[in-house]
């Protein structure tokens, strides 16, 4: 179990009169996870995370990894430079890259900070081609660093210049058994999002620079979000404003022609392309078929940016003044507080305390358990600072623990708060556990992906 004392946890501390000057205009999320110590500003849009929310981010990278290994794909790490030449046959290098960073060695060599890995993915199978059929569906992803120079970083995590993305790229046969992957593909992303329980949208986007002939968003639904989407009430279509064109996007919907459309703005927290063979031909990434042809791996990319679906996710979740989080990336299950230091319950109080975390540790995992042990400060100061960082369950053994008939105090993120004893607190814990253990348990539904793809908002 963690002890708070213990843990790197810089809050930052405003003093009262202090006049804040350019200010600039931020989320939700950026003020909350900030000004609550999770993360740092580095230099202008890039940030520092502190011990909680690497931890939160840990865990979603956990969550992500589970669903892609579930469909058979297999992690890898791919070097963050990428040669530009690789870009140049791509032809990606001569389209607009002014987001992207490019560097060069002591040699003269040119290189991207990638934003992206088709190019290094698919040079590295061209470099093994032809491979078997036999091997293929071939699904590699990895999970590390992504590079862009924002124009304008804004709120925090949501739009940064360095972020944490999951990158998976997809090799098939043909352009039939790609279409296959790439529903299994959104079957899991859409049982992904259902795990971590906040609302979204999957709608129809462009290509745009990555390119290929399908393409998918999936979104959370905030007023800071930057993408315009326009839903139809009547059918559930949903799409990207930038795949309607602009003279009937507030007029009719292109699939039922209905006139109920809404516009509503959305952060994209995941993005599903099929690439067919845009990477492969240039790059030359070849297979042979049965008949010893060879012919070229037929592509997809999927992407999720990690560190932006954290904070996208607390964007939606929480309040303007405490933390909220999805019940399976909360940094810990639960918060026990102590007695006081001094106080004249504190030596029955803590006996319960100590009898209540023995008993805790068969039903939680431990590392999941945070100790609040500044008994220097009050029960109701700890409170607060619980209460603000989310933790799902706060389970408070002061004064009432002392009484002939102890009792717990158990303060939850939906507001209730109830006194039981611990036996009864202990059996709520174990309920909040099983409730996780079913949401690591939901499965993909590919009949419900391929409907998805009509996504609605409701």
Same mark, same amino acid.
């Given at each position: 179990?963690?002890?708070? +004392?213990?843990?790197?946890?810089p ?15 931020? +989320?939700?999320s ?8 999770l ?12 011990p909680?929310?690497?931890? $939160?981010?840990d865990?979603?990278?956990?969550? $992500?990894?589970?669903?892609m290994? =579930? ?6 790490? &791919? ?10 046959? +791509? ?10 960073? &490019? ?57 940064a210049?360095?972020?944490?993305m999951?990158d ?29 329980? $906040? ?10 620079m ?10 959370y ?5 930057e ?16 795949? !309607? ?17 809404? +516009?509503?703005?959305? !952060? ?6 099929? &690439?067919?063979?845009?990477?492969? @031909? ?33 964007? $939606? ?11 399976? &990336? ?30 805790l540790?068969? !039903? ?34 002061? =004064? ?33 556990? =099983? ?7 939901? @499965?993909?539904? !590919? ?8 996504a609605?908002?409701?």
């Amino acid at each position: 179990m963690e002890r708070l +004392s213990r843990l790197f946890w810089p809050v930052l501390v405003t003093p009262k009169n202090a006049v804040i000057k350019n200010v600039e205009a931020i +989320s939700r999320s950026q003020k909350l996870l900030t000004e609550l110590g999770l993360v740092r500003p580095g230099y202008n849009g890039t940030y520092q995370l502190m011990p909680l929310a690497q931890r $939160v981010l840990d865990k979603c990278a956990d969550l $992500v990894r589970r669903q892609m290994r =579930s469909v058979g794909a297999q992690q890898i790490t &791919l070097p963050i430079l990428t040669p530009s030449e690789l870009w140049k046959k +791509s032809g990606r290098l001569d389209g607009d890259i002014t987001e992207f960073y &490019l560097l060069n060695d002591r040699h003269g060599k040119q290189f991207l900070l990638s934003p992206t890995h088709e190019e290094a993915v698919t040079a590295m199978l061209a470099s093994i081609a032809p491979i078997s059929y036999k091997q293929l569906p071939l699904r590699l992803f990895q999970i590390g660093p992504k590079f862009r120079d924002e124009l304008k970083p804004r709120f925090g995590l949501i739009r940064a210049k360095e972020f944490v993305m999951k990158d998976l790229y997809t090799f098939d046969r043909d352009a039939a058994t790609a279409l296959q992957t790439y529903e299994q593909m959104n079957a899991a992303y859409n049982a992904l999002f259902q795990q971590l329980q $906040v609302p979204f949208v999957k709608v129809e986007a462009a290509t745009g620079m990555m390119g290929g002939s399908v393409s998918h968003e999936y979104h959370y639904l905030a007023a800071t979000g930057e993408d315009q989407l326009i839903t139809c009430d009547s059918c559930g279509y949903a799409a990207n404003i930038e795949t !309607i064109n602009e003279a009937d996007s507030d007029k009719h919907c292109p699939r039922c022609k209905s006139t109920k459309l809404r +516009s509503v703005t959305g !952060i994209e927290v995941g993005h599903t392309f099929v &690439l067919n063979d845009k990477y492969s @031909k240039p790059l030359k990434a070849t297979f042979l078929q049965e008949h010893g042809k060879p012919e070229n791996l037929v592509m997809g990319c999927y992407g999720i940016g990690i560190s932006r679906l954290v904070a996208a996710a607390v964007e $939606v979740l929480a309040t303007e003044t405490e933390l909220r989080w999805p019940t399976l &990336l909360a940094p810990f299950d639960v918060c026990i507080i102590g007695a006081k230091q001094g106080s004249k319950e504190e030596k029955l109080a803590n006996s319960v305390e100590l009898e209540f975390c023995n008993a805790l540790s068969g !039903i939680c995992n431990e590392d999941d358990v945070l100790i609040d042990d500044r008994s220097n400060l009050t029960i109701g100061k700890r409170l607060l600072d619980a209460k603000r960082m989310g933790y799902p369950i706060v389970a408070v053994i002061g =004064s009432k623990a002392a009484q002939p008939i102890p009792k717990v105090e158990l303060h939850l993120t939906t507001g209730d708060t109830m006194e039981v004893e611990p036996s009864e607190a202990l059996a709520l814990i174990a309920k909040h556990i =099983s409730h996780k253990r079913a949401l690591y348990s939901i @499965k993909q539904d !590919i009949s419900a992906s391929a409907k998805s793809s009509k996504a609605s908002i409701g």
